[in-house]
C-alpha cells in the first residue's frame, strides 16, 4: 500500500470513529439519544435495552467515552495521517507512540469489558484496532531512516 493510500484510508477510519463518537455522544439528550442507545445496546451484545432510557452513569461515561474517542478520530486525522506521509524519523516517533496509546486503550477497554462481563465489546474494540492499525502496519519499513 502506497504511503498516499495509507493516508486516505487513516482519513477514512477518522472520520468514521468521528461520527461513531458524534452519535455515541447524543447518549445524554434523552429526545435524540436512539443512535447511542442501539450503539450502547450493540456493544453489550444485546439490542433488549433499545427502548429503555439511559442511566445518569451511562449518559455520563457515554459522553467521556465520546469525547475521548473524537479526540484520537481528530488526532488521526491532523497528525497521524500527515504523519504518515511524512515518514520521517520524528514523524515515526509519533506514530509509535500513538500505536502505544491505542494498545494501552485496547488492553484497558477489553480487560474491563471481561471483568465485567461484556465480553462482545472486545469484538468491536478488536475491529476498531484493525481499522486504526491498518494504515500504520509494515509503515516503518518506509521509514527512510531505517
Known amino acids: 500500500m502506497s504511503l498516499e493510500?495509507?493516508?486516505k484510508l487513516m482519513q477514512i477510519v477518522?472520520?468514521?470513529v468521528g461520527?461513531?463518537?458524534f452519535l455515541w455522544a447524543l447518549a445524554p439528550y434523552e429526545a435524540i439519544n436512539g443512535p447511542a442507545r442501539f450503539i450502547l445496546n450493540l456493544s453489550a451484545?444485546?439490542?433488549g435495552g433499545l427502548f429503555e432510557p439511559l442511566n445518569l452513569h451511562a449518559q455520563w461515561l457515554s459522553s467521556i467515552g465520546a469525547g475521548l474517542?473524537?479526540?484520537?478520530a481528530i488526532i488521526s486525522y491532523g497528525v497521524i495521517a500527515p504523519a504518515i506521509r511524512q515518514v520521517n524519523p520524528q514523524d515515526a516517533q509519533i506514530i509509535r507512540f500513538f500505536k502505544l496509546a491505542i494498545i494501552a486503550w485496547y488492553l484497558i477497554d477489553s480487560l474491563g469489558s471481561i471483568a465485567a462481563g461484556v465480553v462482545v465489546n472486545v469484538l468491536f474494540n478488536t475491529v476498531f484496532l484493525g481499522l486504526i492499525f491498518l494504515p500504520?502496519?509494515?509503515l516503518k519499513t518506509l521509514d527512510p531512516s531505517h
Do not use: P
Open 45 to 47: 451484545g444485546s439490542l
Open 19 to 21: 461520527g461513531y463518537a
Open 136 to 138: 500504520l502496519l509494515r
Open 5 to 7: 493510500q495509507r493516508v
Open 69 to 72: 474517542l473524537m479526540a484520537v
Open 14 to 16: 477518522s472520520f468514521s
